[in-house]
């Protein structure tokens, strides 16, 4: 192998779509946040799984999520030495109630002074969800 022909470094910040997780993945690529809801008990989940956390049906399918939530916890992150993260420090790691009741880890964009509680909404960076202060 040469020079020319060398492995791209691998990112760390872009998902690897299964068959399972696809359709989150794809929706994200057009701007579309989704969750698992369960059709047995009417609770929404999220990280996707194929069965509901709270009463274990499989009754479970994609929703539409409504892009809100608000900040429950955060860290300002210094040092990451996983490509790409490197060149985005410092960032700032949330994890977020969303308005459907799950909480999701994301990361926090243009929000200089997070604070509990704060209103979010979703946008999307190259096809990763990430929040930013909603308007009002």
């Known amino acids: 192998m040469d020079a020319t022909s060398a ?16 359709p ?3 929706a994200a690529a057009e701007g579309r946040l989704l969750i698992r809801g369960c059709g047995a008990c ?3 989940h999220h990280y996707p799984r194929e069965f509901c956390p709270h009463c274990w049906s499989e009754d479970v399918t994609w929703r539409p999520a409504a892009g809100r939530a608000v900040l429950y916890t955060w860290s300002v992150v210094h040092r990451n030495d996983l490509p790409p993260f490197g060149d985005r420090v410092p960032y700032v790691a949330a994890v977020v109630d969303l308005a459907e009741g ?19 909404e979703v946008v999307f960076r190259a096809g990763v969800p990430v929040f930013r202060p909603a308007a009002r």
């Open 7 to 22: 492995p791209a470094a691998r990112r760390y910040d872009l998902p690897e779509p299964d068959a399972f997780t696809r």
């Open 24 to 26: 989150y993945w794809q």
């Open 42 to 44: 009417g609770r929404a």
């Open 102 to 120: 799950p909480r999701m880890m994301t990361e926090l964009v243009e929000t200089p002074e997070p604070r509990a509680g704060l209103e979010l």
